[in-house]
């Protein structure tokens, strides 16, 4: 996608859409969560949030961002759609939209899953993989992180531990040990 990037031209999945891979000065930043991430300041928690996105595509008449993901697996069947158990994947993008946002980029709600699933029929390995891609829109939608994230910022100010929940997996984990 970085040859792509530099010319600023579209990858042929993105084509259609009219959308190119960002130059975005902080891109090398935003897509190392080891070193930086999108990083948002919260001036009422006094706290830095920050995730590394794998890319960020835009839109260059409007200047629209979209979120990227990438996903890789191998499979028996190309992965065609967002898989049902993929609710940590649905937030993750959310996050990622919001962080952006809090930057003053303008984002679209619609973020992409770029799923790559190795072909398991190719007759043989030869030095080579071989990939299926698959575009996959998400229209997210980060309402929801405000109120988690005051939630989390309460429980983490409180001078004594919440009361474990039976409802909770990772208090009945904790439970278990």
């Known amino acids: 996608m970085d040859v792509y990037r530099a010319k600023q031209q579209s ?7 009219g959308l190119v891979p960002s130059n975005h000065p902080k891109m090398d930043d935003w897509r190392s969560s080891l070193k930086k991430g999108v990083e948002y300041h919260h001036p009422k928690h006094n706290c830095i949030y920050r995730g590394g996105i794998d890319d960020l ?3 260059p008449k409007s200047n629209l ?3 990227v993901d990438y996903k890789c697996t191998a499979k028996k069947n190309k992965v065609v ?10 937030r993750q993008m959310e996050i990622y939209q919001w962080l952006l946002r809090k930057n003053g980029l303008k984002v679209s709600n619609t973020g992409y899953f770029l799923y790559c699933t190795g072909d398991v029929h190719a007759p043989n390995f030869g030095g080579k993989l071989s990939f299926h891609q698959e ?4 229209k997210g939608d980060d ?3 405000d109120g988690v994230l005051n939630k989390m910022q309460a429980c983490l100010r409180r001078s004594k ?3 474990p929940s039976k409802k909770c997996q990772w208090c009945q984990f904790r439970h278990s040990q």
Do not use: E, G, N
């Not at 990858?11 to 859409?17: D, M």
């Not at 049902?84 to 649905?90: E, N, P, Q």
């Not at 575009?135 to 998400?138: A, F, R, V």
């Open 57 to 59: 595509w835009v839109r």
């Open 81 to 90: 759609k967002l898989p049902d158990w993929a609710d940590s994947y649905r």
């Open 143 to 145: 309402s929801w992180v």
């Open 161 to 163: 531990a919440p009361t």
């Open 11 to 17: 990858y042929p999945i993105q084509a259609s859409l």
């Open 135 to 138: 575009l996959i829109p998400y």
């Open 65 to 67: 961002h979209f979120v």
